[in-house]
C-alpha cells in the first residue's frame, strides 16, 4: 500500500522559503506512470493545485505560483520535495502531497499525504 | 483555466436519500474529471475518475455521470459514513483545478 507523508516546519516567515518533503513508502517515485505534486487548502476553503513533476524531471506548475513554485524529485531518497519563495499570510494553508495517477481517461490524484498545516507569520 | 462550479454548496439530507450533487466546466473537458470526498481534517480520498469510473474500494451507491460540460456526483443511499465533502476536479487541461466543494451535512 502506498503511503505519503508530509514534513517540515509549521512555521515560516513573511517573505522567506516554505519547504516541505513528502516521502513515499509503499512504492517507487520512479514509476514512469505517476507524477508526484503539491496541492493546498487554505483555512476553511477550497482546494488548491500548485504543480507536480515526473521523476524524468517533466514539470507543470499552477501559473498563478509559477514564480515562487520549486518542485524536486529525489529517487534515490523516494521523495519529493515543494519550495515557495517570499510567503505571505495568504500561503498559510494545509499542504497536501500527493501521486498524480497518469491513465488513458484522466490524470487524477489517486494517493494523498496526511496533510501539513504550514502558518506564515511573524 | 477552466473554473468548475459546483451545486449545491451545501445539502441536507437524510441516511438513505439519494443525494445528487453537480459540476460545470467553464469549456469541454471530455470526460476527464474525477471526484473526491473530503472528512475534517482527513486528506481527500479518490472516489470516481474518467467521469463515471468508479475508484477501487469505493462503494457500489457512488456514481458518476456526464461528459464535455456537465457532469454529476450521485449518491444512491446516504450512509452515515457519507456525510462530508465532495469536491470535483478536471485534468483537460494545465492548471488542473478544483470546484469549490459541496458540503453534505444531516438534516
Known amino acids: 500500500q502506498l503511503q505519503l507523508q508530509e514534513s517540515g516546519p509549521g512555521l515560516v516567515r513573511p517573505s522567506e522559503t516554505l519547504s516541505l518533503t513528502c516521502a513515499v513508502s509503499g512504492g517507487s517515485t520512479s514509476n514512469n506512470d505517476n507524477y508526484w505534486g503539491w496541492i493546498r487548502q487554505s483555512p476553511g476553503k477550497g482546494l488548491e493545485w500548485i504543480g507536480s513533476?515526473?521523476?524524468?524531471?517533466?514539470?507543470h506548475n499552477n501559473p498563478s505560483l509559477q514564480s515562487r513554485v520549486t518542485i524536486s524529485i529525489d529517487t534515490s531518497k523516494n521523495q519529493f520535495s515543494l519550495k515557495l519563495s517570499s510567503v505571505t499570510a495568504t500561503d498559510t494553508a494545509v499542504y497536501y502531497c500527493?501521486?498524480?495517477?497518469?491513465?488513458?481517461?484522466?490524470?487524477?490524484?489517486?494517493?494523498w499525504g496526511q496533510g501539513a498545516l504550514v502558518t506564515v507569520s511573524s | 483555466d477552466i473554473q468548475l462550479t459546483q451545486s449545491p454548496s451545501s445539502v441536507s439530507a437524510s441516511v438513505g436519500d439519494r443525494v445528487t450533487i453537480t459540476c460545470r466546466a467553464s469549456q469541454d473537458i471530455n470526460t476527464w474529471l474525477a471526484w473526491y470526498q473530503q472528512k475534517p481534517g482527513k486528506a481527500p480520498k479518490l472516489l470516481i475518475y474518467a467521469a463515471t469510473s468508479l475508484e477501487s474500494g469505493v462503494p457500489s451507491r457512488f456514481s458518476g455521470s456526464g461528459s464535455g460540460t456537465d457532469f454529476t456526483l450521485t449518491i444512491s443511499s446516504l450512509q452515515p459514513e457519507d456525510f462530508a465533502t465532495y469536491y470535483c476536479?478536471?485534468?483537460?487541461?494545465?492548471?488542473?483545478?478544483f470546484g469549490g466543494g459541496t458540503k453534505v451535512e444531516i438534516k
Open positions: 500527493a501521486r498524480r495517477r497518469i491513465g488513458i481517461f484522466g490524470n487524477e490524484f489517486d494517493y
Open positions: 513533476m515526473s521523476h524524468s524531471g517533466h514539470a
Open positions: 476536479q478536471q485534468s483537460n487541461n494545465f492548471p488542473l483545478s
